[in-house]
């Protein structure tokens, strides 16, 4: 089949003759139509972050038609419109079965221990291959994976109508948050120090933060830098729940005084977990006015995909592959 493989980092580099997938009883194959680019997918083509082997796939943010089914599946079909949730939890270890599936001690991630998905074709387990109505654009879809992340941290937050939310950081799961809250009611402030992420914000309906003294019961905090870490928690009003999506290895400095007077909840947002996250954004995209794809920014082709991923995080929203044609 035809691939997009990173040889080294920053070199991608497009085969005709990689291996086709081999699906197992439980999987679907699909016939991917576009793939999202995110952070994690640009750590690992910057060379941050090691992959199972080299060459290598990478892109986990996909969706497709099913082409073929494997003898054990009874509850997908050819032709099938899917996006794909592409952390296989094992539903079996004590995380699973407490729900925490984002914990799994077993988790396969697609695109960093199992092959990503900017290829022509995927083998999927059936259960992580969800079906979506025909009519949703490739561009939605592209959207779902990083949606359902941001729709996982706003319901771990447990943020209601009518509370006060700042959503530090633009990029692309920042304008996710964003969307989530405003779909759920709430008018988010958002802090963002790019203009033309700060507008796209803005263009959804978030409002810019002043420089007043605002404080807020719920802080969603997506930058990931320490600039960002600090704001969140100036801004964080007493007893506040402060989401952290953003992350960084790099020591933060923190006052614990100031977080234990004030009585702070830090909440720690890994993706999502399975199925709840991934059901509830399908649900929402049908009954709310969500169009994520009014984030996105920036359309590839395969043969462009490699100037794409070294563009990506200059570039305000989201960038994605279109993988509908491979001679293009
Ligand atoms: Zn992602
Ligand atoms: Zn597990």
Known sequence: MKALTLTSALHLEQVDGWPDPEPGEHDVVVEMLGVGLCGSDLSVYDGKREPAAMPWIIGHEGCGRIVEVGPAVTDRSVGELVVIEPNYCCLLCQWCRRGRTAQCERRGIVGINRPGLLSQFAAVPARFAWPVPEQWPVERL?????????????????????????VVGAGSQ???????????GITPVVSEPQPGRLALAVSLGAKP?????RRYSYVFESSGVEPGFHDALRAADKTAVVSLVGQNTAPFSVVTQDIVQRQLTLLGALIYDHPVDFDHTRTALGDLDLAPERILRSRATPARADEALAAAREI???SWIDLSDWSA
Do not use: H, M, N, W
């Open 142 to 166: 592209v959207c779902f994976e990083p949606l359902a992340v941001a729709q996982g941290v706003v319901r771990r937050s447990g943020v209601r109508a009518g509370e006060s939310c700042l």
């Open 174 to 184: 920042g304008l996710l948050i964003c969307l989530s809250l405003l779909a759920a």
């Open 209 to 213: 933060a002043d420089d007043t003294d």
């Open 316 to 318: 305000p929203g989201k």
